[in-house]
Each structure stands twice: as C-alpha cells, then as structure tokens.
C-alpha cells in the first residue's frame, strides 16, 4: 500500500477542502497574478476596497486577521426528504484567525478556525466544526517557484449533501487532511507546471446510532499532474495537460485509476477575462473489476468575465468520477455546472446572484439523480470592522433512483462578521 506523504516542503496545517485535482485557490498566489498589484483586475466580490479593508494586527513581518462571523439560518427542509420534512432554525458562531507574511519576496500563510451550529429544535443535528492550516510558495528565480498547501478539516455532510443516505438525518462527521506540491517554470513564451496531491479523508461510521458504512470512500486519493503551455499573446496561452489518480479505500472493491488528458485557454487577469477552460478525455478503471469501468468526454473550468467595472459573471464547470454503494455498488460520474453574477451597486454594496446544476449517472444502474440550485446573496461593508450578509438558496433536488427521495430546500440566513 502507497503510503500518505508525511512532508511538504512548504506550509502547515491548511483550512478548506481540496479537490482531487488540487485546484488553483488551495496554494498560496502566484508571484507573477496581476490582481495583487492592480485591482481592475479583479472582481466585483474580491476587489481591495481599501476603506472597508482589516487592518489586521502586526507582529514582525506577519499580519495577523482574526475575524468572527456569527449567523442565524432558518431551513424548511434539514432533513432533506420528500415527506414529513422538518423546519428549524440554526445559529453558527465561527471565530477563525488568518496570518499572513509581508515579505516582497516568498510567501507563507496560515489559518484557524472552528463553526458551531446549534439546532433551536432538533439538536441531534448540532455540530462543530473545526480546521487549521497553510500554504507557502518559494521564489526561486523571478521564474520559478515551488508552492505547497497542507489542511486539516474536521467537518460534517448535512443530509443531501455528497453521498449522505437519504435515512441519514443528522450530520455525518469525517476528519480530512489534504495537501499538494508544485513546481511552477517559465522559459520565456513556454511555461510548467507539475505537482502531487492527496486527500485522505475517514468518516463517521454512526449516525443517529445507526451503523453506516463508509469504508467504500474512507482512505487516500492521490493525484500526480503536468501542464505544459504556450503564450500566444501577453494575457492568453494555450496549454494541454496530463493527470494521472488513484485510490487507497478501506474497502479495495471501490479502488481505481483515472486518467485524463485535456487541452485549454488559460487567460491570465485582463480587464476583460480571467481564469481557464479545458477539455479533454478521461478513462476511469475499476482495480477490482467490481465496478463499471468509466471512459468519455472530460471538461473543467473557472472564468470570470468582466461584463462591466460593476458586474462580474463567473462560470465553472467540472466533471469527476466517484463511488457509491448504491444497488450493490456503482461508479458514479458526476458533472457540475455553475454560473454567478456579482454587481456592485455601491461601494460598500454587493448584490449577487447563482446558479448550479449538479448531473450524477450511476454506471451499470438505471439511476440520474439531478440537483438544481439557485441563489441570491447581498454584502453590506458597514466598514473596515463589520460586515452584514443575506444570502437565500433554493434546492430542487430529482432522481430517479430506488428508494431515494425527490426534495426541495429554502434556506435563508442572515450574518454578521466581526473583524480587525
């Protein structure tokens, strides 16, 4: 058995969840993204807004954010279900803490934090959350660097959530820890980079006092990457890129190996477009041969276009293989859609607006589940210290699977952050 790597070379314990991929937001910024030094090429949600920005506590060459956000949720379905769904209402506290180096060159970053949520009339589902991490990237040369994140989570799946069972009512708890290391070259117009990854995740075997089992995705997922690309102009290249992942899981039934080759347009921040977008093949096998074997068409993405200096519109899409115990066992390939548009209509005012289409077939079942979501958010910059949210979410969840429940969802919260 492949073992989990005990050392990166950069960073400690990071918050978050990663991707098996290891998507570009887990390692810290690139030395050389134009957002940092000039704010037109950013977007309307994260662009510096420097009266309303924390000023953070220094100590030597640190900056230290601590924050706390405490909210208050109303949810008319938190079980999830097509029948007898009940309704409560739900107040999170989340203290977190974010440090973060000031050094013209390098960059070393670190983050704490925890999430309580209590259940004003079913408090079997309360819960608390946890997580600490960090992530570094070394300049080596103006262009090279290498960058590495590591995080721990302790978190939970609410019904309805991932591959929670559907006579699953209260949250699942499951311990996380991920990590990646990457190698990032320019030789003038051709640029690299490659990298490993892994995600090792373990999750509660009871819930509600009833035995679950989880040993088809308890383990470690390993991820190794290329991506070669070339810059046809000053702000856009053209890339391919090859991946190659496997799966340690407790139960050697649900292991596998995936392959994918993909090419894309990678556009670096204008003040037009930033992000990329990729297609490509993917071919996933069963080790064991329990499992169907998955080969087809492979896409992802994240762009954001700058409509307007005041609205931004960001897409993302992603298609991934997964396992499930469903019917005795079935390779799942998933395929998520996202569009979200963000207007600013103050300074201090931010409304916005999403979208997001979940497609899950379930290989050798007659099984499509389908999962609508949409959502209306709006941020009020009181100033530099606080910060007011509201944010609605909708979720019309179909499937046409055995035993498995259509639902529906509204949640509403309402927030408030404390910050320095």
Same mark, same amino acid.
């Given at each position: 058995m492949k073992s989990i790597p005990l050392v990166?070379?950069? %960073?400690?314990?990071g918050a978050g969840v990663a991707v098996v991929d290891a998507r570009a937001a887990d390692y810290p910024p690139s030395s050389r993204d134009k957002v940092e030094v000039d704010p037109r090429y950013a977007g309307v949600a994260d662009r510096p807004q420097p009266d309303y920005t924390p000023v953070g506590v220094r100590l030597g060459s640190f900056l230290f954010y601590p924050?706390?956000?405490?909210?208050?949720?109303? !949810?008319?379905?938190i079980t999830a279900v097509g029948t007898n769904e009940k309704a409560?209402?739900?107040?999170?506290? &989340?203290? /977190?803490?974010?440090?973060?180096?000031?050094?013209? &060159?390098?960059?070393?970053?670190?983050?704490? %934090?925890?999430?309580s949520a209590t259940y004003a009339h079913y408090s079997d589902a309360d819960y608390v959350d946890y997580f600490a991490g960090g992530k570094g990237r070394l300049d080596i040369t103006p262009d090279m660097s290498v960058s590495s994140f590591l995080?721990?989570?302790? %978190?939970?799946?609410?019904?309805g959530d991932g591959q929670t069972f559907n006579e699953v009512t209260v949250p699942v708890a499951f311990d996380r820890v991920d990590g990646g290391i990457k190698l990032d070259n320019r030789f003038n117009r051709l640029w690299t980079s490659t990298g490993f990854s892994f995600r090792w995740e373990d999750f509660d075997q009871f819930a509600d006092g009833e035995f679950i089992d989880q040993t088809y995705r308890n383990g470690t997922t390993y991820d190794a990457f290329a991506r070669v690309g070339y !810059?046809?102009?000053?702000?856009?290249?053209?890339?391919?890129q090859f991946a190659y992942e496997w799966t340690e899981f407790e139960d050697s039934l649900y292991d596998g190996d995936q392959y994918t080759a993909a090419v894309g347009l990678k556009f670096e921040p204008s003040r037009l477009l930033r992000g990329e977008a990729y297609v490509g093949y993917l071919d996933w096998t069963s080790d064991s041969g329990f499992l169907d074997n998955v080969a087809g068409f492979y896409f992802g993405g994240d762009l954001a276009w700058f409509a307007t200096p005041l609205l931004t519109v960001s897409f993302t899409a992603d298609r991934k293989i997964d396992g499930s115990t469903y019917n005795g066992g079935s390779s799942v390939l998933t395929s998520d859609y996202g569009v979200r548009a963000d207007y600013e209509l103050r300074r201090n005012i931010i409304v916005s607006g999403i979208f997001a289409y979940k497609e899950q077939e379930y290989e050798g079942n007659d099984r499509t589940d389908n999962k609508y /979501?949409?959502?209306?958010?709006?941020?009020?910059?009181?100033? &530099?210290?606080? /910060?007011? *949210?509201?944010?609605? &979410?909708? *979720? !019309?969840? *179909?499937?046409?699977?055995i035993d498995v429940d259509d639902y529906n969802r509204s949640v509403v919260t309402a927030g408030l952050k404390l910050q320095y």
């Open positions: 990166l070379t950069l %960073g400690a314990f924050a706390l956000l405490s909210s208050v949720s109303y !949810d008319d379905n409560d209402w739900i107040f999170k506290f &989340r203290p /977190t803490l974010d440090i973060k180096s000031d050094w013209s &060159r390098h960059y070393l970053s670190f983050a704490v %934090g925890a999430e995080n721990y989570l302790h %978190g939970h799946e609410t019904p !810059d046809i102009s000053p702000l856009t290249s053209v890339f391919t /979501t949409y959502g209306a958010s709006l941020r009020y910059l009181i100033n &530099r210290y606080l /910060t007011s *949210t509201l944010n609605y &979410r909708y *979720t !019309d969840f *179909t499937t046409n699977g």
